[in-house]
């Protein structure tokens, strides 16, 4: 990979924690594991690592309320009070929730939080993972319902009213967490920074020679490669694909990009997608349920919409490119993809 192109592969760090400068772009540099992944963020100017410290404190503490594992978490206690009493939570927690709630209208029901308790049945949550039976789906399926999921405004409670029903952000959280640690950063007056929170990157101003940050698209099918290289500043670039989490059970691959409304691993003929917008948190979002959607209907969501653009990718060695984004975005003639525009 070349230098200054900053992959969405995951950061391959033997450290956790650790802080450093980078002398040559004269950046501030911390690299943490956090949210369950490899986190790298780099900031410039004379506030850069104060703010950085800030920000990784920020996305910790955000763990500790988003998680659906850790058991202190407001995520675990709204789950384990499913079906019996409503919890109350923090504002934080509370507006994420009600953003989730919005995105799922806007994608009309392929981003449902809780389709929790189905994901787990594939084990994508747990250790073991599995094929589950189809009677199994079906009924992982009736807990499957953004209407049971209720929401006190006055109160900031929310309440599952169905016993075993669950909520997960993991969809939403790290670019929530990105944005949250662009407002750090630019509280600070740090005018030039990028974060990588796993595929998720986020640009806050230009490169130290004032050219834009180059970020690589990863090549659904090799690992090692990318589709092409996009130039960006002052926004998210976020990305779902179904090379990330997977498992095989007799000689079937299954990713972990569940449709909501079937229970299973999503078929649209998308291998990725990847949105670009200033809102971290809905780029996260949209990622995810564009790939459920399909290209038609992300296109369709895509024209109706003006704070996003997408890139998708398909099973066909096809790269669709929105116009607002297809001058920035430049293909790897190596990876073999024929490129179309998407127009309003």
């Not at 990157?201 to 090692?224: F, H, M, Y």
């Not at 990718?313 to 024929?338: C, H, N, P, Q, W």
Request: aromatic share 6%.
């Amino acid at each position: 990979m070349k230098k200054a192109i900053l992959t969405l592969l995951c950061i391959c760090s033997m450290f956790c924690g650790c802080q450093q400068t980078n002398s040559s772009q004269d950046m501030a540099q911390i690299q943490i594991f956090a949210m369950d992944t490899f986190i790298d963020l780099k900031a410039s100017g004379e506030n850069g690592q104060q703010a950085l410290l800030a920000a990784e404190k920020e996305i910790n503490h955000l763990e500790q309320l988003l998680s659906s594992t850790i058991e202190k978490s407001e995520v675990y206690a709204i789950n384990q009070s499913a079906g019996e009493q409503p919890v109350a939570i923090s504002e934080t927690t509370f507006d994420l929730i009600k953003k989730a709630k919005q995105y799922n209208i806007m994608t009309e029901d392929a981003f449902d939080i809780t389709i929790a308790p189905v994901v787990k049945a594939w084990g994508f949550t747990e250790e073991v993972k599995k094929v589950p039976t189809d009677e199994e789906i079906q009924q992982k399926l009736q807990l499957v319902d953004q209407n049971k999921l209720q929401l006190d405004e006055q109160n900031k409670t929310v309440f599952l009213e169905q016993k075993d029903m669950a909520i997960d952000l993991g969809g939403i959280a790290k670019g929530y967490a990105s944005d949250r640690v662009n407002e750090i950063l630019k509280q600070n007056n740090v005018t030039s920074a990028v974060i990588s929170l796993g595929g998720n990157v986020s640009a806050i101003g230009k490169r130290a020679d004032g050219s834009k940050w180059r970020v690589a698209i990863q090549d659904p099918l090799n690992t090692e490669g990318f589709a092409g290289i996009l130039k960006v500043e002052n926004c998210s670039v976020i990305t779902s694909g179904v090379y990330q989490r997977f498992f095989e059970q007799d000689g079937k691959r299954y990713h972990h990009i569940i449709d909501t409304k079937t229970g299973k691993p999503a078929e649209t003929g998308l291998l990725s997608v990847t949105i670009v917008s200033e809102n971290g948190t809905m780029a996260d979002a949209l990622s995810t349920s564009l790939m459920i959607m399909g290209l038609e209907k992300g296109s369709e969501l895509w024209r109706n919409s003006d704070d996003f653009a997408a890139i998708f990718i398909t099973d066909k060695k096809e790269i669709y490119v929105t116009e607002d984004i297809a001058a920035s975005f430049e293909l790897d003639e190596k990876a073999g993809y024929r490129i179309y525009t998407i127009q309003k």
